[in-house]
């Protein structure tokens, strides 16, 4: 099987970048030929600039690269799929994809916003944030909220209040995620291992 690239008259197919950590759709470029190869050699997401007129490694200038996991693509043989570990934001506005423009999220969209929004608070330490104040008062404090937020969760469960279950929940999950950030394990490790436990 091989790529149709004469489908379209101007030899370009359209070329889909989806985060290999959080299955989000990044971006859309086009790839010819020779940046479809140039692609496999480097492992360096490559396309035809249709606006420069000629081949353009994503992240050339700002740095914000795409490595390449894995490549697939359609039955028609006309659309290519890369699967990307993303360096730094994909869109050149600084959002993580470049299609934020949302009219619905998803429930696995909004749970991985709010870790993503976790990250970045570990990252950037903004003033007057919660998030900022667990991370300088250090992973014995952090492991002391998860622990509390459990406490009450585990309450709430017995209390046989659905909202304020919910409510408990949601606290023990994010503070979770703050303990997933300090401790330096991805979320992604956590699904990984939730499918071996299901094969």
């Known amino acids: 099987m091989s790529l149709n690239f004469s489908k379209y008259s101007d030899n370009l197919i359209p070329t889909i970048i989806q985060s290999k950590t959080s299955g ?30 000629r081949l353009w490694i994503k992240g050339e200038e700002s740095g914000n690269t795409l490595h390449i996991e894995s490549i697939k693509y359609d039955c028609d043989e006309d659309t290519l799929l890369y699967i990307c570990t993303p360096k730094g934001a994909t869109c050149h506005t600084g959002s993580t994809s470049c299609f934020f423009n949302n009219e619905d999220k998803t429930d696995a969209e909004l749970l991985w916003g709010v870790y993503e929004t976790v990250l970045s608070r570990k990252k950037e330490l903004p ?19 998860v622990g509390e937020e459990a406490i009450e969760t585990v309450i709430a469960a017995k209390n046989d209040d659905k909202e304020e279950f919910i409510g408990e929940f949601a606290d023990l999950l994010f503070h979770m995620m703050v303990l997933l950030s300090e401790k330096e394990i991805t979320l992604s490790e956590i699904v990984a291992k939730f499918k071996s436990r299901i094969k």
């Open 127 to 145: 003033e007057n944030s919660y998030v900022t104040s667990l991370y300088k008062e250090g992973l014995d404090r952090i492991i002391q909220k």
């Open 24 to 53: 989000k759709v990044l971006m859309l470029g086009f790839s010819s030929a020779q940046s479809y190869e140039k692609s496999k050699e480097t492992r360096n997401a490559t396309f035809f600039s249709r606006s420069k007129n």
